[in-house]
């Protein structure tokens, strides 16, 4: 069956700092994959989309990789804040109109 | 204001009755969708519906039902089937050409 993963443990860095956060996946290629933002008691906010035959994209200090062959995608918060603490979800493309979420990382940016 | 609204913010039932969750939009998509989230679990796929009149059971269909009867509302019936209820619950819509979902606030349902 098609597995995501997401490092449960939290990412905890300094202000200022580049932050990266890693989804794999498993047993099947989606065409495009999507990254989410939620905050606590809410619901996950849609960030950036990237397609399979796109490596990178880029939104203000956030950027995407989609690397299909390792079956990974990175995405990186530079010149991070403490307002960009929040937990972050990869969700691959499951199917039309579908997605399947992963458990998401914990980003905690101290002063 | 566009947007996705789900009510209530909390909800509290007893064990053994059914309870109905809200779920209303008016940004005129055509597909939307149930989640329930756990704690350490990622988002799982309840029901979805890609069209009026129409739906598909998610992952864990079993204990809920839907229906969708008005494009902009889709309500979700937990059961007393349901195992083991209390959660969060979300609800997100998305438009036919458009690949980003939409997220309510969430309910959270306590059974005990």
């Known amino acids: 069956s098609q597995k995501i993963e997401q490092n449960s443990e939290a990412l905890n860095i300094q202000e200022g700092k580049t932050a990266t956060l890693t989804c794999n996946y498993t047993?099947?290629?989606?065409?495009?994959l999507q990254w989410y933002r939620q905050d606590p008691g809410r619901g996950p906010v849609f960030l950036l989309l990237?397609?399979?035959?796109?490596k990178e994209k880029r939104k203000e200090r956030l950027k995407v990789t989609f690397d299909t062959t390792l079956k990974q995608s990175l995405f990186h918060i530079t010149a991070s804040q403490p307002a960009d603490s929040a937990t972050y979800l990869c969700?691959?493309?499951?199917?039309?109109?579908?997605?399947?979420f992963g458990t998401g990382t914990r980003l905690l940016v101290s002063p | 204001d566009g947007g996705i609204t789900q009510s209530p913010k909390y909800l509290f039932r007893k064990e053994g009755q059914n309870v109905t969750l809200s779920c209303e939009q008016n940004?005129?998509?055509?597909?939307m969708y149930w989640y329930r989230q756990d704690p350490g679990q990622g988002l799982r796929l309840i029901y979805y519906?890609?069209?009026?009149?129409?739906?598909q059971k998610g992952d864990i269909a079993e204990g809920y039902s839907v229906s969708r009867e008005k494009k902009e509302s889709f309500p979700l019936t937990v059961t007393s089937a349901q195992k083991n209820p209390t959660a969060f619950y979300l609800c997100?819509?998305?438009?036919?050409?458009?690949?980003?979902?939409?997220f309510g606030p969430g309910t959270r349902l306590t059974v005990t």
């Open positions: 997100a819509s998305s438009d036919r050409d458009d690949y980003e979902q939409y």
């Open positions: 047993n099947y290629s989606p065409a495009y």
């Open positions: 990237i397609r399979e035959n796109e």
């Open positions: 969700a691959p493309r499951r199917g039309f109109q579908k997605l399947v």
């Open positions: 940004l005129n998509h055509d597909a």
């Open positions: 519906s890609q069209i009026v009149n129409d739906f």
